[in-house]
């Protein structure tokens, strides 16, 4: 790469509306990237307290808890 000072300024500003460009399409890969994995965990969590539920209260149709 260049050095910034054997760019025209018309140049330099190029390169930085690039950078940020780039940079607005990282920040929201990572915030999808979050909340993908806000959600997965949520639901793993919402399967295992049901799990926990199931396990705890015996089902109508086995009274005994079987």
Do not use: E, N
């Amino acid at each position: 790469m260049y050095p910034t000072t054997a760019l025209t300024p018309a140049q330099r500003a190029d390169m930085y509306a690039q950078a940020r460009r780039q940079a607005q399409l990282l920040r929201r890969a990572a915030i999808a990237d979050f909340w993908s994995a806000a959600y997965r965990l949520a639901a793993d969590a919402l399967r295992a307290v049901q799990h926990v539920l199931q396990r705890a209260v015996p089902h109508s149709k086995h009274p005994s808890g079987v």
